[in-house]
């Protein structure tokens, strides 16, 4: 299978990169912004074999030029430009960028009419897992739990709060309709609606990804929680979730489908 990596300089990008060509998937292209410091060098180091070239800004058809999946993790901007060129090349999408605005979302499902498309806003395993126990947490206690979700990311993330925590609060209204969001920061703390949950974000160090949901009630609570140690763990996500597009038809998939 041969691969494009849009967001090939970034934090994640350079963490799929590198473990693509250690898992042996030949990357055919990349797409990084004109802004990004040490453009090919990065890419170059970090590929050590097979990428033939970084494509800069708004030239995504050579970046996707002869690739079967391309995986972004970029920005929305960017998404939304792959989305369009994948379509018209039929190459299969999988994406990870986060904060996506209703014109990047529409084109998601537009172009799953053509082409096999796969967006999470987290594409670690254990995620997904603790999303599914989650809703059935809710779902078995019922009212009288309060949900409040708490995340904890590095103070360079650039949205807030994280879609990670957006997933987990779905995840948590869906099972148990009626419930609302409502999202602050840090210290933002209010007297809380029976019907709401809150979702707070904090922000400093080095932190990957930590995100605890807790389930609190009349004399006892629950605290799951998931943490992220490695960057590696998106991209190897993102990776089976590359293998397991492959070949598929046309359609929106998610990680509960690469799990299976
Ligand atoms: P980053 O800032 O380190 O890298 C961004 C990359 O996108 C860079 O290569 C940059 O050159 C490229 N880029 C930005 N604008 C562009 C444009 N207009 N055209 C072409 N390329 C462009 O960011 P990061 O930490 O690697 O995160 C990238 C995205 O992935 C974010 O949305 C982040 O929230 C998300 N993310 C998702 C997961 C997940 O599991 N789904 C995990 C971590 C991060």
């Known amino acids: ?54 494509a800069i800004g708004d030239d995504v058809a050579s970046a ?30 999988v994406s990870g960028t986060t904060r996506l605005d209703a014109d990047t979302e529409k084109k998601l499902d537009e172009a799953s ?3 096999p498309v796969l967006w999470a806003p987290n594409t670690s395993l254990g995620v997904q897992v603790l999303a599914e126990i989650v809703a ?10 309060d949900v409040e979700i708490v995340e904890t990311h590095h103070k360079a993330k ?7 925590a ?8 869906d ?22 949950i809150g979702v707070f974000a904090v922000r400093g160090g080095d932190v990957i990804g930590d995100h605890t949901v807790h389930l609190l009630g009349p004399g006892e609570r629950l605290e799951l929680t998931h943490r992220a140690t490695n960057r590696d763990l998106f991209a190897r996500g993102a990776l089976r979730a590359a293998r397991y597009l492959f070949g598929k038809p046309a359609g929106r998939y998610s990680m509960a489908d690469v799990l299976g």
């Open 113 to 115: 009419a053509t082409i």
């Open 1 to 54: 299978m041969k691969l494009a990596i849009a967001g090939a300089t970034g934090r994640m990008g350079q963490s799929i990169v590198r473990l693509a060509a250690q898992e042996g998937f030949s990357i055919v292209g990349a797409l990084a912004s004109p802004q990004s410091p040490h453009l090919g060098r990065d890419v170059g180091e970090v590929a050590g074999a097979g990428i033939l070239g970084v």
């Open 175 to 196: 099972a148990r309709k009626g419930l609302r969001t409502v999202t602050g920061r840090e210290g933002n703390v209010g007297p809380r609606a029976a019907d709401e």
């Open 64 to 93: 996707l030029l002869g690739a079967d999946v391309v995986i972004d993790f970029s920005r929305p901007e960017a998404l939304s430009r792959v989305l369009t060129v994948a379509r018209r090349k039929n190459v299969a999408v």
């Open 158 to 164: 650039v949205d807030s709060p994280s879609g990670t």
């Open 166 to 173: 957006t997933r987990l609060a779905d995840a948590a209204r």
């Open 136 to 145: 059935e947490a809710v779902r078995r206690l019922g009212l009288g739990f």
